[in-house]
């Protein structure tokens, strides 16, 4: 088996192990008040993350490029209360024209 | 909500394609690629193999950072399980469809009760497996001829989507507090943390918040008395 398999396996493993670990975990921890209300705020860290670390990194290093202007042209779409997909075409049409004129 | 759903999936392939492309273009062949969006079907830990692979990194080394990226599924499984409550195969079965994008949808439907909490994830997670293993197929068939994925603007797409999915949920002092703060320390991680890192570390801030506010509260409580 070559590296690159092993690698796909290996992730493919932990991945799925993880997933199913946490839907097993025991639901009396989750009715702690506190776990309720740290795993309620969580994805709103963890989606404010995402956001900001694939907007401006690639690898370890911050860049700023078109993707910063896609995410401000799908800011303002959603401020403007337009549908899920509009603002995604609208971020990837941004970035796609941003680096066509520069 | 099935709309909601299908809207999600849609965008999801749009990052689908651009992963099958970039897995392609990383050296992994149209097989492999296409295996890792059905086995592994976590987009972060994905581009996350991909991206160490294609860096020249090791094998071991991308998938450690891919694995460690997908840790925050186990967190996502966790806070679905008591809306969830699934058994046996269908526990087995739902864990691979546990991530970013059915979490999401799952939780903001829970608020209309528990059955469109139930309807959000299992619809959004079959429909974001099928078309996001379509996309990524395509991805990496026309790898070779597209180019750069990133002339399409799809980079941009990602985290749009993840944007679109956060806003709805600031609806207090606390979360937006908690959005900025866990944006400024990823990003700040950035630079200092093996890729994928930066997201884990975010994931702190809320702990962080809720233990000092319990500790500020416990503080009011005892210097002020209960005035009733």
Redesign the interface.
């Known amino acids: 088996m070559s590296a690159t398999w092993a690698a796909v396996l290996v992730t493919a493993i932990g991945c799925y192990l993880f997933k199913l670990a946490g839907l097993s975990a025991p639901l009396k921890l989750l009715e702690h008040p506190l776990v309720a209300r740290v795993s309620d705020l969580l994805p709103v860290a963890l989606l404010a993350a995402l956001a900001a670390v694939q907007t401006l990194a690639v690898g370890t290093t911050l860049v700023l490029d078109a993707r910063l202007a896609g995410v401000a042209a799908a800011l303002v779409a959603l401020l403007l209360r337009a549908p899920f997909i509009v603002v995604i075409l609208v971020a990837a049409l941004t970035a796609a024209l941003v680096r066509l004129a520069v | 909500m099935l709309r ?1 759903s299908l ?2 999936g ?2 999801t392939a ?1 990052y689908g394609l651009s992963f099958g492309a970039l897995g392609v273009a990383a ?2 062949d149209v097989t ?1 690629t296409c ?2 969006s059905v ?4 987009g ?3 581009f996350a ?1 991909v ?1 160490v ?1 294609g ?1 020249g990194g ?3 080394s ?2 450690a950072s ?2 460690l990226l ?13 809306l ?1 409550r ?1 058994r046996g195969a269908q ?2 079965a ?3 469809l ?3 994008e059915s ?2 949808v799952a ?1 903001s439907a829970e608020e209309q009760g528990d059955r469109a909490g139930r309807l959000g994830f299992w619809a959004t997670g079959l429909t974001v497996f099928v078309l996001w293993n379509l996309a990524t197929l395509l991805g990496a068939l026309a790898g070779r001829s597209v180019g750069d994925p ?18 709805p ?2 609806r207090d002092r ?2 937006w507090s ?10 700040a991680a ?6 994928g890192v ?2 884990l570390v ?2 702190l ?3 962080v ?3 000092r506010r ?1 500790g500020e509260d416990g503080d009011r409580r005892g210097m002020d008395g209960d005035p009733r």
């Open positions: 909601r809207s999600v849609v965008a749009a050296g992994l492999q295996a890792m086995l592994v079907f976590t972060g830990s994905q193999l991206g692979l860096g090791s094998a071991l991308g998938a891919a694995v997908g840790s925050r599924n186990a967190l996502y499984g966790a806070r679905l399980a008591p969830l699934v526990r087995i739902g864990a691979q546990v991530m970013d979490t999401a939780l990133r002339d399409l603007g799809l980079d941009a797409a990602a985290p749009a989507a993840f944007l679109a999915l956060l806003l949920r600031l606390t979360s908690i959005a900025v703060a866990a944006a400024l320390v990823a990003t950035v630079p200092l943390v093996p890729a930066p997201v975010a994931a801030v809320p702990v918040v809720v233990l319990r």
